[in-house]
């Protein structure tokens, strides 16, 4: 007979799964609002790119079993953490002029997190330990093929093992760009691939972006990913020139944010999310403009293919 523990993970597994296909296409993990003021949400078919192919229901009216990782926020605190793996800390990332970029991805992650997230720095993961058994962890930060952020994968699933209960359950996803991809043709693990091979635990779910990611929530799916050789020129060239005004507004609502005195009198995590929220109507049309232009062009994985590398770990 099986222990309570392998039917959570059986059910969790097979709940991912069913999740992940739809018409024999294979497709990530869809980024649903989880935050408190609303009914807490369930996915039911998925794809993390555009959000198409699924169908969002309210736990309140739903029969079916959910994931540990989605449990109500009535029953429990739904604690989350974000690691912040880039070149930069999120609090200079998020201060620059275009830190708008990093803040709306922040956002999302903050979005699917539900409530009580901890922000921390790779520095500050050495001794965390309130992570629980059903909770999931973000990765943010500019990043590049092969890695996760700026990380050796290997180097990253080492430290964030450490932080793990034994009978951990939730899902590891990287909103970092390219994490889902190999370095070159060469190669054969993407920074997923290294990652999820590192830290061995069974059944859980390690994903990331194939290509370049563009993330805000006012993305069907919250997240699409540009193909690979399709960044350069085609579509930067056309990001540079969509972006003068998100610049200057974002100077704006940054100033105003960082010299309020909710801001000063904040601590760092909470200075990060005051940031976040003002960079998502600002950048809106901009992301939703880009997405509808770079599909129409064909830069973007279809929203019914997969654009989201997903991997389940196994000891």
Same mark, same amino acid.
């Given at each position: ?85 880039? $070149?930069?800390?999120?609090?200079? #990332? =998020?201060?620059?002029?275009? +830190?708008?970029?990093? !803040?709306?991805?922040?956002? &999302?992650? *903050? ?79 993407? $920074?997923?691939?290294?990652?999820? #091979? =590192?830290?061995?635990?069974? +059944?859980?779910?390690? !994903?990331?972006?194939?290509? &370049?990611? *563009? ?101």
């Amino acid at each position: 007979m099986k222990t309570p523990q392998e039917n959570a993970k059986n059910q969790r597994r097979q709940a991912f799964t069913n999740s992940a296909m739809h018409g024999k296409k294979h497709c990530g993990a869809k980024f649903i609002d989880n935050r408190p003021g609303g009914a807490i949400q369930q996915e039911t078919v998925v794809s993390d790119a555009a959000g198409t192919q699924s169908t969002t229901v309210d736990s309140s009216i739903s029969t079916g079993l959910k994931p540990a990782a989605h449990r109500s926020v009535a029953s429990a605190p739904m604690q989350r953490l974000i690691i912040s793996v880039g $070149g930069r800390t999120l609090s200079e #990332d =998020t201060t620059r002029d275009v +830190g708008w970029i990093t !803040a709306s991805t922040l956002q &999302v992650a *903050l979005d699917h997190g539900g409530q009580g997230q901890d922000i921390i720095e790779y520095a500050e993961l050495n001794g965390y330990s309130k992570i629980k058994a059903d909770e999931n962890i973000y990765f943010v930060g500019h990043g590049s093929k092969g890695y996760i952020g700026t990380r050796d994968p290997a180097e990253l699933a080492r430290a964030t093992g450490l932080i793990l209960p034994e009978d951990y359950q939730g899902s590891i996803i990287s909103l970092n760009c390219s994490s889902g991809a190999t370095k070159n043709e060469d190669s054969e693990d993407s $920074g997923v691939d290294a990652f999820a #091979d =590192t830290i061995k635990l069974d +059944g859980v779910v390690v !994903a990331g972006p194939q290509g &370049v990611s *563009l993330h805000h929530p006012a993305i069907p799916g919250k997240v699409r990913a540009i193909k690979d050789g399709h960044y350069r020129p085609a579509v930067l060239s056309k990001i540079l020139a969509m972006q003068s005004p998100i610049d200057e507004a974002w100077r704006t609502a940054r100033d105003q944010v960082v010299q309020s005195n909710a801001y000063i009198s904040a601590a760092p995590a909470e200075q990060i999310k005051m940031l976040a929220g003002a960079s998502i109507e600002l950048s809106a049309k901009f992301y939703v403009d880009l997405v509808d232009w770079a599909d129409k062009e064909g830069h973007l994985y279809p929203a019914d293919e997969p654009h989201l590398a997903v991997k389940y770990t196994s000891e």
